[in-house]
């Protein structure tokens, strides 16, 4: 690994980017009734099914995790009654309904006084050790995208509190905040701002693993000990709904943005004007690439934009996702938004699987869980779907930027971590929407 040092982090429009102070990010994602309208018609109903899926795996993943660090991994059934939220099992849904729906995972018994209590079966016991291994086995690939997220970072240092947003994603340990991050002093080290909030900070740059994902499918490299990241000019992989019946409309703007040069992500972005085309492709390129880090190609998107300062992306990140949908694919089943890198999908299942995928798709197997049926809309025609700008810029200029200091962010977070992680924040599915909504 390289030696080099990475500078002191530069002020950088201070009041825009500051890594020692931790607002609320400002609602004001877009103002564009279109937009709500355009996500609201293009559904693609194998990425909706994955997201289901997902729903699933979450409360089974949530339950183990929570067994995983009880002291003898037992817990009454009544203590879980303060979970509902992150099982997504609202009253008068009983939660012992929902445990005897997996009994190759979890078990219950009644102690002498009558307490109900759950437990994991011995296969169960089986799965979190297997999983401990494949996260043990998966940690230079963790190490090298944790290390590849700071060097995109524009002063090369993040909260630990956001990057934890990523640890499941990422194949990260349960406590890679107090032992992990240590381990690996000569990439990144752990520092403190007055308030005792921790950060990582970058101490070294590795020139090979400034290559973005996107140069090694396009042009097929493997790596380059001293590269130097500046300008490119690589189309995005592309991939669109097989019924989408409007493409050749766009197809002269579409050749046209996927010809247009951009900034590397981890090329100094400094001095890119926000509200400029160029600066918009290169948040494209900066979101391509995150989602390339995480185990299954998407993420919430809250988790994009919690990342907004630090990564220079445009104020209107949500519109941007939703516009250039041959690259992403936008589902706003249940309380949060979901993102995917559509290349990465044949249907409803990802084209490559890393072992702690499968370990997670085996996880559901042995559930009879299977959630509630509901209809998935199909992408229709779109006859309604207005879309002339959709290759102009949607950020706004850099004298607009602003970050709403006093507005609070509900926390209402339901992903299978997120009640073992403190200070970790949601944007609402109704905020958002309200936020499509002309002023």
């Not at 994602?29 to 979450?58: N, P, Y």
């Amino acid at each position: 690994m390289a030696n080099q040092l990475i500078k002191s982090p530069s002020n950088f429009i201070e009041s825009f980017i500051n890594p020692y102070y931790l607002p609320s990010l400002s609602r004001l994602m877009t103002t564009s009734k279109r937009v709500q309208d355009r996500s609201q018609q293009k559904r693609v109903h194998a990425l909706e099914i994955a997201v289901e899926k997902h729903k699933i795996a979450s409360k089974i993943l949530f339950l183990l995790e929570l067994l995983k660090h009880e002291p003898e991994q037992i817990i009454p059934i009544r203590s879980l009654d303060q979970h509902r939220r992150q099982l997504n099992l609202p009253k008068p849904h009983k939660i012992s309904d929902f445990i005897r729906k997996s009994p190759k995972l979890f078990e219950m018994y009644k102690d002498q006084r009558g307490t109900t209590w759950v437990g994991l079966t011995k296969k169960g016991e089986e799965l979190i050790e297997e999983e401990e291994r494949l996260i043990a086995e998966n940690e230079e690939k963790a190490l090298e995208h944790v290390t590849r997220l700071l060097m995109m970072s524009i002063d090369k240092i993040l909260p630990l509190d956001k990057i934890a947003h990523f640890r499941r994603d990422l194949g990260l340990p349960y406590d890679f905040r107090k032992h992990w991050v240590h381990k690996y002093s000569d990439c990144f080290r752990v520092i403190k701002d007055e308030d005792d909030v921790e950060f990582l900070k970058l101490v070294s740059w590795n020139p090979s693993w400034c290559v973005t994902e996107v140069e090694k499918k396009v042009l097929g490299i493997k790596k380059i000990e001293n590269h130097v990241p500046g300008m490119l000019s690589l189309p995005f992989p592309l991939k669109f709904p097989p019924d989408y019946k409007k493409l050749y409309r766009y197809g002269g703007q579409i050749e046209n943005f996927q010809k247009r040069e951009y900034l590397s992500p981890y090329a100094d972005a400094k001095e890119l004007k926000a509200g400029s085309v160029e600066f918009d492709k290169r948040a494209i390129a900066v979101m391509h690439e995150v989602l390339s880090f995480m185990n299954e190609k998407r993420l919430i998107t809250d988790h994009l934009t919690h990342f907004r300062r630090e990564f220079v992306m445009p104020q209107k990140l949500m519109r941007i996702l939703l516009k250039h949908f041959g690259i992403f694919y936008v589902s706003e089943r249940g309380k949060r938004f979901s993102v995917f890198l559509t290349e990465a999908y044949d249907g409803s299942e990802l084209i490559e699987k890393c072992p702690l995928v499968v370990w997670k798709e085996k996880v559901v197997s042995l559930t009879g869980y299977r959630g509630r049926k509901k209809k998935i809309c199909t992408f229709d025609d779109l006859d309604n779907f207005d879309d002339i700008d959709l290759f102009e810029s949607d950020s706004e200029d850099e004298n607009t930027i602003r970050i709403d200091r006093s507005s609070k962010e509900e926390d209402t977070m339901s992903d299978v971590e997120e009640e073992l992680i403190p200070q970790i924040f949601e944007m609402d599915i109704g905020e958002v929407q309200k936020a499509y909504r002309d002023t």
